[in-house]
Nanobody, 123 residues
C-alpha cells in the first residue's frame, strides 16, 4: 500500500510558477513509477507527466512540454512537478499517482492516488 499526499497548489497569475510536491509513504517508493494528472471542472482527468523509478525517463503531455518538469527524490519519498509559464488552461486539481510497472499515460493503470491539490491561474 502507498499513501500519497500532494501539496503546493494555490493561486498564481498567468505566466507565474508553482511547484507541486507529492509525499509518499508505505511501500518502497523508489520502485514505483510516479505520475501527475489533472482534472478541470467538467473535464476528464488527463495525463500531465510521469517519471520512472530511477528518474532516468520522463514523459510529458504535449500541452505542458517545455513548461513543466517532473522530478523525484527517492531519499525523501517525494515527487515534484515544477510548473512554469502557467496559463489559465492549466487550472485544475492536480493529482499524483503511483504504479508498479512501467510509465503510462493512462490513469486507470495507476494503483494509488493522492487527494489532489488545486491550482488556479488568473489571467
Amino acid at each position: 500500500q502507498v499513501q500519497l499526499v500532494e501539496s503546493g497548489g494555490g493561486l498564481v497569475q498567468a505566466g507565474g510558477s508553482l511547484r507541486l510536491s507529492c509525499a509518499a509513504s508505505g511501500r518502497i517508493f523508489s520502485t514505483y513509477v510516479m505520475g501527475w494528472f489533472r482534472q478541470a471542472p467538467g473535464k476528464e482527468r488527463e495525463f500531465v507527466a510521469a517519471i520512472t523509478w530511477s528518474g532516468g525517463n520522463t514523459d510529458y503531455a504535449d500541452s505542458v512540454k517545455g513548461r513543466f518538469t517532473i522530478s523525484r527524490d527517492n531519499a525523501k519519498n517525494t515527487v515534484y512537478l515544477q510548473m512554469n509559464s502557467l496559463k489559465p488552461e492549466d487550472a485544475a486539481v492536480y493529482y499524483c499517482a503511483a504504479r508498479s510497472y512501467g510509465s503510462s499515460r493512462y490513469a486507470y493503470l495507476y494503483n494509488y492516488w493522492g487527494q489532489g491539490t488545486q491550482v488556479t491561474v488568473s489571467s
